[in-house]
């Protein structure tokens, strides 16, 4: 399906983005949790989120934006449109990252956002829909578990009073920290008021550096699977018990690895299989390791390989209780279906691309985002920037402020259309 470009419409240019005010912000708001390393460590309903969250706000109200917050403290900024009846269009992402986490993944969609704003702001641009960015409470899921929460509550998985009980390692619940950064909110937001949600986002994956390409666009999520493993071997005296006759859990849990490993190379190019969370007890120097907790996680967009990938697993559960002589028990702890994006909407993204004059390719995410959440509720899509060697979730996460304007003009073009339409 094809809408007309703002650049098609007669009389009609679309305004332009201002790459050196969108840099700026981009560096301003990452002060807030900065790490010595360059990173950023701002975990969600910490001081340093409510910080940014304040300057992105107060950037909003210097607009004329209606700020609302909703009991999660989901906070939204609205740009009132010219026909108070229609729905609005939503445009977000989330500023909280992981521990030593990176400065664009998440933020970079909101400062985007808020690029939008200004740009329709200055340029005096009437849009038909009102124009509404968000941002997602707890996206990371670093914090407080489970990841996705703000956009979760919003879809309407959970209830406000279900998660705002949820505790972090210290036993500070969520509840409470938001109202001590000023973000608990009580305004009602409903995805009923909205028409379509956008989502750009840095791509945390090397595809579109690697080909020299500027704009990805995302046609799917993948799913994925998450399984807890514990292996129960005999602990036992490093000096004295024999080589021979040990039922060693980590030994064992070695053996699993290397087949995890394997189960996604069987896979060419799509698979991804990874132990990334090992627990080893007792864990001494001297004592046989008699237990392995371990979690095993597979993503593939399809869900017929995520069957032959649990299969395999499986199979390789059994060969290793065979071989060691230990214990294993399974259990499967996630299964997240693949999010497929709304179609009439990725080509109007396609269509924005080359409109901008922008390179772009189709892709599929290869991470979990809000936007899967917001599937759930309206039309949603996600457009993709590249991000320095695909390093993503680490302090050394970058961009450049080509990529940064490359996307945002994008943005800017597809709201733009998706409104005209
Ligand atoms: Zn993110």
New binding site residues.
């Given amino acids: 399906m094809r809408f007309p470009l703002c650049s098609q419409v007669v009389g009609m240019t679309t305004p332009q983005i201002d790459s050196a005010r969108l840099w700026k912000s981009l560096t301003e708001i990452s002060v807030f949790g900065a790490t010595p390393a360059g990173g950023l460590h701002r975990l969600a309903a910490s001081k340093e989120d409510g910080q940014a969250r304040d300057y992105v706000v107060a950037a909003a109200r210097e607009l004329g934006c209606a700020v609302r917050i909703d009991a999660l403290g989901n906070t939204f900024m609205r740009r009132a449109g010219s026909d108070a009846n229609a729905k609005a269009i939503l445009v977000g992402?989330?500023l909280d990252s992981q521990p030593l986490g990176g400065k664009y993944?998440?933020i970079y969609g909101v400062m985007a956002g808020l690029e939008l704003l200004r740009v329709l702001h200055e340029s005096r641009t009437e849009t038909k829909h009102a124009i509404e960015v968000a941002v997602w409470t707890n996206?990371e899921g670093a914090r407080f578990a489970p990841a996705m929460m703000g956009a979760a509550y919003f879809a309407g998985k959970f209830t406000a009073d279900e998660l705002l009980v949820r505790k972090d390692v210290d036993g500070v619940q969520l509840g409470n920290s938001l109202t001590e950064i000023g973000y608990a909110g009580i305004d009602i937001v409903s995805p009923v008021e909205h028409k379509a949600y956008f989502e750009i986002?840095i791509e945390q994956g090397p595809i579109l550096q690697d080909e020299n390409l500027q704009i990805g666009v995302v046609t799917l999520v993948q799913g994925m699977r998450w399984f807890r493993i514990g292996i129960s071997g005999q602990s036992g005296h490093t000096g004295t018990y024999p080589m021979e006759t040990r039922r060693d859990a980590l030994v064992a849990a070695s053996h699993l690895i290397k087949a995890v490993q394997q189960i996604g190379l069987d896979q060419p190019l799509t698979g991804r299989a990874t132990v990334g969370h090992l627990v080893v007890t007792p864990n001494s120097p001297n004592v046989i390791p008699g237990h392995v907790e371990l979690m095993v996680e597979f993503r593939n967009p399809e869900v017929a390989v995520l069957d032959v990938m649990t299969a395999s697993l499986n199979q390789a559960l059994k060969e290793t209780a065979d071989k060691y002589g230990v214990e294993v028990v399974s259990k499967q702890e996630l299964d997240s279906a693949t999010i497929d994006f709304t179609s009439e909407l990725i080509d109007l993204v396609e269509q924005a691309a080359s409109a901008c004059g922008k390179t772009s390719k189709r892709m599929i995410s290869g991470a979990g985002?809000d936007a899967c959440q917001l599937s759930a509720v309206m039309p949603t899509t996600m457009i993709f920037i590249p991000c320095d060697k695909g390093i993503s979730h680490a302090e050394n996460e970058a961009i450049t402020q080509d990529w940064a304007a490359d996307g945002a003009a994008v943005l800017v073009e597809t709201v733009l259309a998706f409104d005209s339409k």
């Fill in positions: 992402s989330h993944d998440g996206e986002h985002h």
